[in-house]
């Protein structure tokens, strides 16, 4: 969640701290700081830290002009312990100004060593787990920076990565990492270490990514890597694709709008290299036929709208692979002791790579002895690292708070190795596999038509943006799609909408729907259509303002709906990819109407990277 930029180099560095974070907002933050090293004072190592939004910061500091040193770090915090202040903003100082950090992630033992600290005499300014890092790192900084952090991260328990700098070592930058993304890059410009690629994407796109437990030193000749023996260790770089426009908005008034509309290519560029004179090669992913062979059932972990794609993908790998599916929140699945047997293969889907609780699941089913398969977007990403096997999706930099493209493509990521897996075994014909292949492939030029349909899902936003509370119902495949729908309405426009399987409502819930509720059915499932117009009708009897999401000619549906969606046409297994656009489209205009930050919404990170 917090942003972390260093650098050193013969640039000042205020600057390129302060551009550097605003490129990292999209994580999400409450309080922000820099702290440089001007080896030219009595006390070289000055901070200046704010509470609320990066402007202040720049307000602070004359935009970095007032501010000297050719070398410093920057953090912007999104707070987990100790409220939004400039006390608890980073970097935080120790010895008077001789060590200074930036931190991202948790030390879960903070409280065990801060007392240990005040023993030994130390006064803390602040509430947060930060502080005992930089009170730790003067304490053990005999001169040597590379035996200090060794010795400092050795009595962390918890996530860290964090950006040092010490008064003694001017021009020079240090970074370690565990658990918490950390990546280092360099330029003709200097020497780089950020939380995340967009932060120096302008400066180069040549980065690393550093592993747990190592160590980076950034000096006035470039990098310098270490382990936790002190030896120096050599790093392999990889060149970023993305361009810095794509990282940006495009033209588009919100990274989320940007991204909506990225999801043709996102699919295409998900699919296409997957496909080879009309079948399916996955061999990238390293997973034998054997492999696929002995899998006795799949066990999927992840959050939010990741777990909405394990919700699909269950429907899916069970009808075209006919493996058993079982499906847990990240969050709750190590706690509730499971059962794994031999031959369960362990599948975690996440954007980030970074998410706190899915990197646990997948940790713990690991321990388990499970094989581990990771649908991922972005390259390097921890649970990329960690994960057996990984399928990366190829959406490119996802920015806005509320997945979209992400989430598409990692739903074609599921139907490639739902299809792979039942063709290899056996379980699916080749003709419906071929079938299935010619419609995968049209899905980005569907969800390109269903986009025509911008203004007319602008035009519904407007009448139902007061809503106070909307309904989503469907049935099979249809209910996971609804979860998202729903989940993509409340996360951006605070509207209250709840997703219910649409025979589930004459079991309580139906008891909530009163003239002008809201209720959004989808209805794409051929063997299910008839149980969900009864179930509009039920809820259109009660007084219900009823729209319908359905497939071409399925005119039927005007006779129950207010206001039916048509998307086109395709296997009942791949309209997941098809119905969410019309429910992202509406989100987004709804949350637009409300005058919301679309791309940040209140209290939401983009990656969740604590627990
Ligand atoms: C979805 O719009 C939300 N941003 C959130 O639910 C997200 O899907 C969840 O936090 C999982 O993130 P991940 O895919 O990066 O693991």
């Given at each position: 969640m917090c942003g972390i930029v260093g650098y050193t180099g013969t640039t000042k560095a205020a600057r390129i701290l302060l551009d550097g974070l605003e490129r990292l907002e999209y994580r999400g933050y409450d309080s922000a700081g820099i702290c440089v090293s001007d080896?030219?004072?009595?006390?070289?190592l000055q901070a200046w830290k704010v509470k609320g939004r990066l402007q202040a910061l720049r307000d602070a500091t004359g935009n970095g002009e007032q501010v000297p040193g050719f070398s410093g770090i920057g953090h912007t915090r999104w707070a987990t312990h100790g409220e939004p202040n400039t006390e608890n903003a980073h970097p935080h100082l120790s010895g008077g100004g001789k060590v200074a950090v930036v931190h991202n992630g948790i030390i879960e033992n903070y409280q065990e060593l801060r007392q240990k600290l005040e023993g030994k005499g130390y006064v803390f300014q602040s509430e947060t787990d930060t502080e005992t890092i930089a009170h730790l790192l003067n304490e053990y900084d005999k001169g040597d920076p590379i035996d200090a952090i060794v010795r400092t991260v050795m009595h962390l328990r918890g996530s860290f990565a964090l950006g040092i700098l010490f008064?003694?070592?001017?021009g020079e930058v240090y970074g370690v990492r565990r658990d918490s993304p950390l990546i280092a890059a360099v330029s003709d410009e200097g020497a780089f270490i950020a939380s995340d690629v967009p932060a120096i994407l302008p400066y180069t796109r040549k980065v690393t990514y550093l592993d747990n437990m190592e160590i980076v030193c950034l000096h006035k000749d470039g990098l310098t890597f270490y382990n936790m023996d002190g030896e120096p260790i050599e790093k392999e770089f990889t060149t970023v694709s993305w361009d810095v426009e794509a990282a940006e908005k495009g033209g588009y008034a919100h990274f989320m709008l940007k991204e909506i509309h990225e999801q043709p290519k996102a699919l295409e560029d998900t699919i296409r290299p997957h496909i080879q004179d009309g079948k399916l090669v996955?061999?990238?992913?390293?997973?034998t036929d054997d492999e696929i062979r002995g899998i006795r059932r799949i066990q999927m972990a992840a959050c939010g709208s990741a777990w909405h794609v394990c919700m699909t993908a269950k429907y899916i790998f069970e009808r075209l692979a006919r493996i058993p599916v079982d499906v847990d929140l990240a969050s709750e699945f190590r706690y509730r002791d499971p059962v794994l047997e031999e031959g369960t293969l362990l599948m975690v889907v996440s954007q980030s790579g970074e998410t706190a609780d899915s990197l646990a699941a997948l940790r713990y089913g690991k321990a388990q002895g499970m094989l581990s398969l990771a649908i991922v977007?972005?390259?390097?990403?921890s649970i990329a690292r960690e994960a057996d096997r990984v399928f990366y999706t190829a959406a490119g930099p996802e920015i806005a708070v509320a997945t979209t493209k992400a989430y598409s493509a990692q739903l074609a990521a599921c139907y490639m190795l739902a299809m792979h897996f039942g063709l290899v075994r056996k379980v699916m014909a080749e003709e419906d596999y071929l079938r299935h292949i010619t419609a995968l492939s049209r899905l980005p030029e569907q969800i390109e038509q269903i986009l025509q349909q911008e203004a007319r899902m602008q035009w519904l936003a407007g009448k139902y943006a007061n809503t106070r509370d909307a309904f989503f119902i469907g049935r099979g495949l249809d209910y996971a799609s609804v979860l998202e729908g729903a989940l993509k309405l409340k996360e951006i426009s605070y509207i209250h909408a709840e997703a219910y399987a649409a025979g589930e409502l004459k079991h309580g819930t139906i008891s909530l729907i009163e003239k002008g509720s809201m209720v959004m059915s989808v209805a794409t499932q051929h063997d299910l259509l008839e149980k969900e117009i009864s179930n509009m009708v039920e809820v259109h009897a009660r007084g219900a303002t009823l729209l319908a999401v359905t497939y071409d000619?399925?005119?039927?549906m005007e006779d129950q709906a207010d206001f039916t969606i048509y998307i086109p046409k395709t296997e009942d297994v791949f309209y997941p990819s098809l119905v969410v656009v019309p429910l992202q489209l509406l989100a987004y205009y709804v949350s637009l109407a409300r005058g919301i930050d679309v791309d940040k919404p209140r209290n939401l990170a983009k990656s969740v990277t604590v627990e």
């Amino acid at each position: 969640m917090c942003g972390i930029v260093g650098y050193t180099g013969t640039t000042k560095a205020a600057r390129i701290l302060l551009d550097g974070l605003e490129r990292l907002e999209y994580r999400g933050y409450d309080s922000a700081g820099i702290c440089v090293s001007d080896g030219n004072r009595e006390h070289p190592l000055q901070a200046w830290k704010v509470k609320g939004r990066l402007q202040a910061l720049r307000d602070a500091t004359g935009n970095g002009e007032q501010v000297p040193g050719f070398s410093g770090i920057g953090h912007t915090r999104w707070a987990t312990h100790g409220e939004p202040n400039t006390e608890n903003a980073h970097p935080h100082l120790s010895g008077g100004g001789k060590v200074a950090v930036v931190h991202n992630g948790i030390i879960e033992n903070y409280q065990e060593l801060r007392q240990k600290l005040e023993g030994k005499g130390y006064v803390f300014q602040s509430e947060t787990d930060t502080e005992t890092i930089a009170h730790l790192l003067n304490e053990y900084d005999k001169g040597d920076p590379i035996d200090a952090i060794v010795r400092t991260v050795m009595h962390l328990r918890g996530s860290f990565a964090l950006g040092i700098l010490f008064e003694d070592r001017p021009g020079e930058v240090y970074g370690v990492r565990r658990d918490s993304p950390l990546i280092a890059a360099v330029s003709d410009e200097g020497a780089f270490i950020a939380s995340d690629v967009p932060a120096i994407l302008p400066y180069t796109r040549k980065v690393t990514y550093l592993d747990n437990m190592e160590i980076v030193c950034l000096h006035k000749d470039g990098l310098t890597f270490y382990n936790m023996d002190g030896e120096p260790i050599e790093k392999e770089f990889t060149t970023v694709s993305w361009d810095v426009e794509a990282a940006e908005k495009g033209g588009y008034a919100h990274f989320m709008l940007k991204e909506i509309h990225e999801q043709p290519k996102a699919l295409e560029d998900t699919i296409r290299p997957h496909i080879q004179d009309g079948k399916l090669v996955l061999s990238e992913l390293g997973m034998t036929d054997d492999e696929i062979r002995g899998i006795r059932r799949i066990q999927m972990a992840a959050c939010g709208s990741a777990w909405h794609v394990c919700m699909t993908a269950k429907y899916i790998f069970e009808r075209l692979a006919r493996i058993p599916v079982d499906v847990d929140l990240a969050s709750e699945f190590r706690y509730r002791d499971p059962v794994l047997e031999e031959g369960t293969l362990l599948m975690v889907v996440s954007q980030s790579g970074e998410t706190a609780d899915s990197l646990a699941a997948l940790r713990y089913g690991k321990a388990q002895g499970m094989l581990s398969l990771a649908i991922v977007n972005v390259v390097g990403s921890s649970i990329a690292r960690e994960a057996d096997r990984v399928f990366y999706t190829a959406a490119g930099p996802e920015i806005a708070v509320a997945t979209t493209k992400a989430y598409s493509a990692q739903l074609a990521a599921c139907y490639m190795l739902a299809m792979h897996f039942g063709l290899v075994r056996k379980v699916m014909a080749e003709e419906d596999y071929l079938r299935h292949i010619t419609a995968l492939s049209r899905l980005p030029e569907q969800i390109e038509q269903i986009l025509q349909q911008e203004a007319r899902m602008q035009w519904l936003a407007g009448k139902y943006a007061n809503t106070r509370d909307a309904f989503f119902i469907g049935r099979g495949l249809d209910y996971a799609s609804v979860l998202e729908g729903a989940l993509k309405l409340k996360e951006i426009s605070y509207i209250h909408a709840e997703a219910y399987a649409a025979g589930e409502l004459k079991h309580g819930t139906i008891s909530l729907i009163e003239k002008g509720s809201m209720v959004m059915s989808v209805a794409t499932q051929h063997d299910l259509l008839e149980k969900e117009i009864s179930n509009m009708v039920e809820v259109h009897a009660r007084g219900a303002t009823l729209l319908a999401v359905t497939y071409d000619g399925n005119y039927a549906m005007e006779d129950q709906a207010d206001f039916t969606i048509y998307i086109p046409k395709t296997e009942d297994v791949f309209y997941p990819s098809l119905v969410v656009v019309p429910l992202q489209l509406l989100a987004y205009y709804v949350s637009l109407a409300r005058g919301i930050d679309v791309d940040k919404p209140r209290n939401l990170a983009k990656s969740v990277t604590v627990e």
